[in-house]
């Protein structure tokens, strides 16, 4: 019974020397998920009404209305404006059409960061779509951007059927290709 017990006690002194390493190996995954941030947010003037309400109004037009946004990108961008129509349509009586070139805009990016490329347009020039801001900036910031409204300065209302008019502007905020 000595030799059994000395026996196994020499196996399990032998296998005990051969034990495990003294360091191990873990792998750990990273990852860095970068997702395109593109944000436009009307801050003002998200209800654009002219009311012409004398005769110099109708001489002169109306001046004085502006549309405020912000776009926060992580990206340069583009801004797209467009139209439900090149003209506005008459609420009273949809017989009536306005001419789209009445109704003006001119947008500017305020930081002074990107390139507005409209010095002055219309409603009847963006009725399809027509990118107002190309190239909106350094990536990873806010930028505060105006859109300047007139109607009937460049080409008069007078003589245009009395009615409300009008139409749907979309702005559209997308990646600078």
Not at 121 to 126: E, G, K, L, P
Request: net charge negative.
């Amino acid at each position: 019974m000595k030799k059994i017990a000395l026996l196994l006690c020499g196996i399990f002194i032998y296998l005990a020397s051969f034990g495990q390493a003294v360091s191990e190996r873990a792998v750990i995954p990273v990852s860095v998920n970068l997702i395109s941030i593109l944000r436009l947010t009307i801050v003002s003037g998200g209800n654009i009404e002219f009311t012409f309400t004398s005769i110099d109004d109708y001489n002169s037009g109306i001046t004085g209305l502006s549309t405020v946004f912000e776009v926060a990108s992580s990206q340069d961008f583009d801004v797209n404006a467009s139209a439900d129509a090149a003209t506005l349509a008459g609420t009273d009586d949809p017989t009536n059409t306005l001419a789209g070139n009445t109704v003006e805009l001119d947008v500017t990016v305020d930081d002074g960061d990107g390139v507005a490329i409209v010095g002055g347009t219309d409603i009847a020039t963006i009725g399809a779509g027509a990118t107002v801001i190309v190239n909106g900036g350094t990536a990873g910031t806010t930028h505060s951007c105006t859109i300047d409204w007139e109607c009937g300065v460049t080409n008069p209302v007078t003589g245009v059927e009395p009615d409300r008019y009008a139409t749907n502007v979309y702005l559209t905020v997308g990646p600078d290709l």
